[in-house]
Every structure is written in structure tokens, then in C-alpha cells.
């Protein structure tokens, strides 16, 4: 499926300016139809006077109308005329009968998406970047309760804030929304001065757990957060911007074993602040499970390191035996084992260091590539090794077994490919989204007699290739050009890099 960066440039009318302002604005797409009680699709002008859909948001709060996505489709013409007006007017339009859609009643509202040029100047763009259209329901016909009254109360600011450039605000952070507190979670709403004038059961309950008792409403939310933290001696130097409402900031209030995470987004009408909705969600557990994972990541790390520490001493205990003993043969076959166990911990040693199971397998096999110079030197080679392409970076499953191989092929095109002359050894790494083609070429004398050998090095290289990774492995000799083996390995696993 298309991303929507990709959907917004292939309408041709839209900048990379105008797709960052989308992309920030979709991240509260979720919020808005939630605090609307209504389904909200983005569109994207396209063509001389089209416009196509972008992004949907359905409805938690409310049965959405919409039970198929529009993502990607050119809008209905019974909404082409209010997109149109709205977009050409720059202004708030809403349908003046109700819409009819599947035999369902519906107010449709069309809000143009003004952009804002720079952070804290009030030019806009020449003309709006998209338009977004509400869709509620009006079929159901009850009483709404005072927090559906609220809600739409905050709602409809935020669509004025919409069409001003006021919202989103570039000023608010850009990370990851993982526990990020939303409408049903919990609201507060603030005046201008940082009383609450409202406070739904969800949120009223989550500063019940924290150790307030009383009612929020009426109730300054920084002094209600002071008597919480009463005592705390470190505290989040951005808490004060988001219990007051003057900063669209995130932050995590934590008393009495519990944790409740607060955005504050600042409620502006002609570029003055006049309040603010904070969203408040009860992120115990979640944030329980994150430190969990970091505790995990830590001893996995430990770990690998320890693994790395054996191995090498392994190596190093490999490396004297091979010094001490007086067969030529025997001080081979240790120096090939010291080699391979001195590959696999370079790759837990990358691992030790990294807060994934995942490596930047270049730099891997660069540092594997430096036991070339001690192979050549023991074979009376001058080899010249190089690496272009990339690699890109794999799980360490698909590491351990690779990077062993390579280092493989390549001492055996240092050892046998060059042996007893100057030469070099180039490795090609070629990644798709599906298959990693990797290609070891020497420009030494080629195979004997054109077949492929069956030590246990080249037996090692098969069993890892084609047994672990599921590849192929292909050797064959180019004229005038040495050894050439191809080895070719899926990539049905792993997230394209």
C-alpha cells in the first residue's frame, strides 16, 4: 500500500514542505475523529479541480460510517463541490442538507488545511495544502452527555485552529507515539489562566490513583501536580509548560507506584492562547514492560560480551597451541580454527554494543576482513581485499553464519586462490528488498582443473549458506581473472533496509 508521502507527491501539487505539515497533522487525525464523534478523511488536491483521499480516522468514540478506507480514491462527487469551496475560500464550509450516505443521515464539514510557514511567524502558505472533511452521524438522536458536549467543544476549536494554521504546531515534539494518552484515555480542559473547567471520569480517576481525592474542576492543574509530587526530588523540567497548557509538550507525572502520561495541546483563537486540552492516560504497566525490556536488553548485551571474552580466549589459547606444535599440518588446522572462532566473535562483540539484535553487518565484516593481512602473511601473500556495496544491516541469526562464510571464502581466495603471489580480493555485497547477492572474486590462478574442492572449509561455507541462510552458493573459475563465487540469500525475514 502507498505511504502518504507517496500518495501526496503523485498528485504533483504538493511540496515536501506541504508532506512533513500532513504528516504531522494525520498523527492527530485518530484524536480529532475521536473528540468529533465523527469519521475524518484528508484529501489532497489532484488534477485541475480533484481531490484525493490521503488518510482516514475512524471514530473510537462512535460507530464509524465508513466501514471500507478511501485511501487512494478520488472523493465522491456529492463532497467535490463543499472540498472545492472550502479549499478555494480558504474557509470552514458545511453542508447545508444532510448527506445521505447508504441510506444513513450526515452532516458533512468541510475544513481547509492551512500551512504555517516558519515556527513562530503568522505567514501562511498561499493556499490550503489539503482539506479535511467531517462526517457524523445523525442518526442517532439522544440527549449528548456533558462530555460528548465537551468534546465537541474541543473539536471544533481544534478544526478553527486547523484552518488558521494554528494546528499542528511545529513547536511540538516529533517522537515516538507509543503510549501517547488519547481523547477516551483521559481530558482535561483548561482556561487561559490553567483552571480546569472540565475533567472526564478517565482523567479524574488517573489523579485519583496518584493521591488526589478531590474534584479536578475548579482546581489549578500545576497546584494539583505540586501536591502529587510533593516531595518528589526530581521532576520533569517540562511538567510546569503542560500542567499550565502554554506548550504543546508531553510529559510523565509518577506517584504512588503510578504513572500517568500528560499532552498538552494549547488552544489558540486568532494566534492568542485562550486555554488548552491536556490528555492524560495511566502508562503503569506500559512503562513496567519498557523498563522490563531494557533490563532484558542489558543482560543480552552482557551476554554476547561474555561470549565474545570466551571466544577470544578461546582463539588466543588456539593461537599458542598453533605456535607450540611442530606439525605443519596440525598448526594449519589450528590457525583455520582460531580464524573461524575470531569471525563469530567479532559479531557478538558488535552485539554487545548494540541496544538491538540487530548489526551494521558492514562494519562486521570490515573488522573480519583485517584477518586477511594475518593469512597472507603466513602464506607469503601480498593480498589487497576491498568491499563496495552494502550490506546493510541483519538480524543476528543472518550474521553469525554469514559473516563465518565470508571470512571462509575469502581466506581460502588468500590461501589457495593467491598463494605465493600479490593479488586482489574483492567482495561485492548487492541488497534488494528480498535477496542479499554477495560475490567474492580473487584474481588468482582459478580452480584446479575447474572443480570445487571438498575440505572442511568449503564444507563450513555449504552447511552455513545453504543449511542456516537457506541460499545458494555458485564457484567458478573467469578466464584470466582467478576464482569467482556467487552466493545468493533470501531475505523473507527480515524488514527491507
Given at each position: 500500500?502507498?505511504?502518504?508521502?507517496?500518495?501526496?507527491?503523485?498528485?504533483?501539487?504538493?511540496?515536501?514542505?506541504?508532506?512533513?505539515?500532513?504528516?504531522?497533522?494525520?498523527?492527530?487525525?485518530?484524536?480529532?475523529?475521536?473528540?468529533?464523534f465523527a469519521d475524518i478523511v484528508l484529501w489532497v488536491p489532484s488534477g485541475p479541480d480533484g481531490f484525493v483521499a490521503v488518510a482516514h480516522a475512524r471514530p473510537s468514540s462512535a460507530a464509524t460510517l465508513f466501514y471500507r478506507d478511501f485511501v487512494g480514491q478520488e472523493i465522491k462527487p456529492q463532497w467535490h463541490d463543499l472540498a472545492?469551496?472550502?479549499?478555494?475560500?480558504?474557509?470552514?464550509?458545511?453542508?447545508?442538507?444532510?448527506?445521505?450516505?447508504?441510506?444513513?443521515?450526515?452532516?458533512?464539514?468541510?475544513?481547509?488545511?492551512?500551512?504555517?510557514?516558519?515556527?513562530?511567524?503568522?505567514?501562511?502558505?498561499?493556499?490550503?495544502?489539503?482539506?479535511?472533511?467531517?462526517?457524523?452521524?445523525?442518526?442517532?438522536?439522544?440527549?449528548?452527555?456533558?462530555?460528548?458536549?465537551?468534546?465537541?467543544?474541543?473539536?471544533?476549536?481544534?478544526?478553527?485552529?486547523?484552518?488558521?494554521?494554528?494546528?499542528?504546531?511545529?513547536?511540538?515534539?516529533?517522537?515516538?507515539?507509543?503510549?501517547?494518552?488519547?481523547?477516551?484515555?483521559?481530558?482535561?480542559?483548561?482556561?487561559?489562566?490553567?483552571?480546569?473547567?472540565?475533567?472526564?471520569?478517565?482523567?479524574?480517576?488517573?489523579?485519583?490513583?496518584?493521591?488526589?481525592?478531590?474534584?479536578?474542576?475548579?482546581?489549578?492543574?500545576?497546584?494539583?501536580?505540586?501536591?502529587?509530587?510533593?516531595?518528589?526530588?526530581?521532576?520533569?523540567?517540562?511538567?510546569?509548560?503542560?500542567?499550565?497548557?502554554?506548550?504543546?509538550?508531553?510529559?510523565?507525572?509518577?506517584?504512588?507506584?503510578?504513572?500517568?502520561?500528560?499532552?498538552?495541546?494549547?488552544?489558540?483563537?486568532?494566534?492568542?492562547?485562550?486555554?488548552?486540552?491536556?490528555?492524560?492516560?495511566?502508562?503503569?504497566?506500559?512503562?513496567?514492560?519498557?523498563?522490563?525490556?531494557?533490563?532484558?536488553?542489558?543482560?543480552?548485551?552482557?551476554?554476547?560480551?561474555?561470549?565474545?571474552?570466551?571466544?577470544?580466549?578461546?582463539?588466543?589459547?588456539?593461537?599458542?597451541?598453533?605456535?607450540?606444535?611442530?606439525?605443519?599440518?596440525?598448526?594449519?588446522?589450528?590457525?583455520?580454527?582460531?580464524?573461524?572462532?575470531?569471525?563469530?566473535?567479532?559479531?557478538?562483540?558488535?552485539?554487545?554494543?548494540?541496544?538491538?539484535?540487530?548489526?551494521?553487518?558492514?562494519?562486521?565484516?570490515?573488522?573480519?576482513?583485517?584477518?586477511?593481512?594475518?593469512?597472507?602473511?603466513?602464506?607469503?601473500?601480498?593480498?589487497?581485499?576491498?568491499?563496495?556495496?552494502?550490506?546493510?544491516?541483519?538480524?543476528?541469526?543472518?550474521?553469525?553464519?554469514?559473516?563465518?562464510?565470508?571470512?571462509?571464502?575469502?581466506?581460502?581466495?588468500?590461501?589457495?586462490?593467491?598463494?605465493?603471489?600479490?593479488?586482489?580480493?574483492?567482495?561485492?555485497?548487492?541488497?534488494?528488498?528480498?535477496?542479499?547477492?554477495?560475490?567474492?572474486?580473487?584474481?588468482?590462478?582459478?580452480?584446479?582443473?575447474?572443480?570445487?574442492?571438498?575440505?572442511?572449509?568449503?564444507?563450513?561455507?555449504?552447511?552455513?549458506?545453504?543449511?542456516?541462510?537457506?541460499?545458494?552458493?555458485?564457484?567458478?573459475?573467469?578466464?584470466?581473472?582467478?576464482?569467482?563465487?556467487?552466493?545468493?540469500?533470501?531475505?523473507?525475514?527480515?524488514?527491507?533496509?
Open positions: 500500500m502507498s505511504t502518504l508521502s507517496d500518495l501526496v507527491l503523485a498528485q504533483g501539487r504538493s511540496s515536501q514542505a506541504d508532506v512533513d505539515w500532513l504528516h504531522m497533522l494525520v498523527g492527530d487525525l485518530q484524536l480529532l475523529a475521536d473528540l468529533a472545492t469551496q472550502a479549499f478555494g475560500s480558504a474557509r470552514i464550509v458545511d453542508s447545508s442538507a444532510p448527506d445521505w450516505y447508504e441510506e444513513m443521515p450526515t452532516r458533512v464539514r468541510a475544513v481547509p488545511v492551512m500551512r504555517r510557514l516558519t515556527s513562530t511567524g503568522t505567514k501562511l502558505a498561499d493556499e490550503p495544502v489539503a482539506v479535511i472533511t467531517r462526517h457524523t452521524n445523525l442518526g442517532a438522536t439522544r440527549t449528548p452527555s456533558r462530555q460528548e458536549l465537551t468534546f465537541n467543544e474541543c473539536a471544533e476549536e481544534l478544526f478553527q485552529m486547523i484552518a488558521s494554521g494554528d494546528f499542528p504546531d511545529l513547536g511540538a515534539p516529533t517522537g515516538p507515539r507509543r503510549g501517547a494518552p488519547r481523547a477516551s484515555d483521559g481530558l482535561i480542559r483548561l482556561d487561559v489562566d490553567g483552571t480546569t473547567t472540565f475533567a472526564s471520569p478517565n482523567a479524574l480517576s488517573a489523579f485519583n490513583r496518584m493521591g488526589f481525592d478531590d474534584e479536578l474542576e475548579g482546581e489549578s492543574l500545576a497546584e494539583v501536580s505540586t501536591k502529587i509530587l510533593s516531595g518528589k526530588l526530581v521532576i520533569d523540567e517540562s511538567l510546569p509548560l503542560v500542567v499550565t497548557g502554554r506548550a504543546p509538550w508531553r510529559t510523565d507525572v509518577e506517584s504512588r507506584g503510578v504513572t500517568v502520561s500528560l499532552r498538552a495541546i494549547p488552544i489558540r483563537h486568532r494566534g492568542e492562547r485562550i486555554g488548552a486540552i491536556v490528555l492524560s492516560r495511566d502508562v503503569t504497566e506500559l512503562r513496567h514492560q519498557e523498563q522490563e525490556l531494557i533490563t532484558k536488553d542489558a543482560t543480552i548485551r552482557e551476554i554476547h560480551h561474555r561470549v565474545k571474552n570466551n571466544l577470544q580466549t578461546v582463539a588466543s589459547l588456539l593461537r599458542i597451541q598453533a605456535r607450540r606444535t611442530h606439525s605443519d599440518e596440525a598448526r594449519e588446522a589450528l590457525t583455520q580454527a582460531m580464524r573461524r572462532v575470531g569471525a563469530i566473535a567479532v559479531v557478538h562483540d558488535t552485539l554487545s554494543e548494540g541496544l538491538t539484535q540487530n548489526v551494521d553487518f558492514d562494519a562486521v565484516f570490515d573488522r573480519a576482513l583485517l584477518l586477511v593481512a594475518e593469512v597472507a602473511s603466513a602464506h607469503n601473500t601480498t593480498a589487497h581485499p576491498k568491499r563496495s556495496g552494502s550490506f546493510g544491516v541483519l538480524p543476528s541469526e543472518y550474521a553469525t553464519p554469514l559473516a563465518l562464510a565470508l571470512t571462509e571464502l575469502v581466506t581460502n581466495a588468500v590461501e589457495h586462490g593467491l598463494a605465493g603471489q600479490e593479488g586482489d580480493v574483492e567482495i561485492t555485497a548487492d541488497r534488494s528488498p528480498t535477496t542479499l547477492t554477495v560475490q567474492v572474486r580473487d584474481t588468482g590462478s582459478g580452480l584446479p582443473e575447474g572443480k570445487v574442492g571438498e575440505g572442511l572449509g568449503t564444507q563450513i561455507v555449504r552447511t552455513l549458506i545453504q543449511g542456516e541462510l537457506g541460499g545458494t552458493i555458485d564457484w567458478h573459475t573467469v578466464v584470466g581473472r582467478g576464482t569467482e563465487v556467487t552466493i545468493d540469500v533470501p531475505l523473507r525475514w527480515i524488514t527491507p533496509a
